[in-house]
């Protein structure tokens, strides 16, 4: 199905494109964003699309100033590696508005994309099932940095729980979006495990909804009816301490997990929606096993953590410092400008269990070779 309204609502209303305009196409044709956001809208308006077959950040820069372009999409880690292959002679004079999507953009890279080329970034959120633009922030309203910004005209959405009922402000829950380009019986609910905002000066919109989404179900019109779902599964941990109850002061006050159930022996902790328990033994924690090279450092083994999102990271390796956590390996980013760009810090629990905590430019190159 070629979407001509959502296309045309794309390309009149976001990112408003006519035949003057040059759009730089670095996304795959392929995937809904490159295809609406670039071909799509490229082609309705009469626009000239560059396209690069494999994406540099350098010559990406070349490309821009070469072809004089008006208008770039990408993701993430594009927008990091720019930004690191810049120098004084990288010329995006051109460039009025850049737009983002695919996975969350950090907030200090938006930041500093745009201070470092004095340009407009726009973060969207849409997908196949969506049909596909959902949310935009769009160029003639207040933006949110963080946020996927508000629904794109004709689209409705809604914050609901599991069984389609409207939730208040600041509670977390599914993302209702119904189209009128659905069709009849599909409409798209995306969970937001973050939870979600709503713009006080539009509740009705639903507003700018933070984007950090994990999972999404197809469910009928009837949100009760579920068709089907594709989710993470939740992992069960159990690891030996030697203190409970310096175990309870580190997970609880420090790494500020939720508590739940409890006996004199053992604690379970939301692990970030993963179950992990904490239990006292008589030998307490073996520590780490051995440690293996990997840039340059010893990392620990065996560790466990999480992956957060880039704020998420920064703020918790600044909690740590301030509890007086001593690091393993300190915060430092990997891969950068590359394919699977982190940031990722090693430290210890007061029994000598080692852990990771991980912050990727872009999730979607969390398995990327």
């Not at 633009?133 to 910004?149: E, L, Q, Y």
């Not at 713009?199 to 999972?215: E, F, H, S």
Request: glycine fraction near 8%; charge should be negative; aromatic fraction near 8%.
């Amino acid at each position: 199905m070629f979407p001509r309204g959502n296309a045309a609502i794309t390309r009149t209303t976001l990112v408003e494109v006519d035949p003057e305009d040059v759009v730089m196409g670095c996304l795959p044709l392929f995937h809904v964003f490159g295809l609406t956001c670039g071909l799509h809208a490229s082609v309705q308006a009469g626009s000239c699309l560059t396209l690069v077959p494999r994406f540099d950040g350098a010559k990406a820069l070349q490309a821009i100033a070469h072809d004089r372009v008006t208008v770039f999409e990408g993701v993430p880690t594009m927008y990091s590696a720019m930004l690191h292959a810049a120098d004084g002679d990288a010329d995006l004079t051109t460039v009025r508005t850049c737009i983002s999507g695919g996975a969350p953009l950090p907030v200090e890279v938006l930041r500093a994309f745009e201070a470092a080329f004095d340009c407009m970034i726009l973060e969207r959120y849409g997908l196949s099932e969506s049909s596909p633009v959902a949310c935009f922030n769009h160029p003639h309203i207040p933006r949110t940095a963080g946020s996927i910004g508000v629904p794109v005209q004709d689209v409705e959405l809604r914050v609901a729980d599991d069984t389609g009922r409207p939730l208040p402000d600041g509670e977390a829950g599914e993302i209702l979006i119904n189209h009128p380009e659905l069709g009849e019986e599909i409409a798209a609910a995306v969970t937001l495990v973050a939870g979600s905002t709503r713009n006080p000066t539009d509740r009705a919109l639903l507003g700018c909804c933070v984007q950090a989404i994990l999972m999404y179900t197809l469910i009928s019109r009837s949100p009760r009816r579920t068709l089907s779902m594709t989710t993470r599964p939740c992992f069960h941990l159990a690891i030996p301490v030697d203190d409970i109850t310096a175990a309870r002061e580190f997970y609880g006050n420090v790494l500020g997990l939720e508590e739940g159930r409890s006996d004199t022996l053992w604690v379970d902790w939301n692990f970030y929606g993963h179950q992990v328990v904490t239990h006292q033994t008589a030998d307490g924690s073996p520590g780490p096993a051995g440690h293996n090279p990997v840039d340059e450092h010893q990392v620990p083994v065996p560790h466990f953590g999480a992956v957060l999102t880039y704020d998420a990271f920064h703020d918790l390796a600044a909690k740590l410092k301030a509890a007086g956590t001593q690091f393993v390996i300190e915060p430092y980013l990997r891969f950068e400008g590359r394919a699977g760009e982190q940031w990722t810090m090693f430290f210890l629990d007061p029994s000598g269990n080692a852990m990771e905590f991980k912050a990727f430019a872009d999730e979607s190159m969390i398995f990327a070779k």
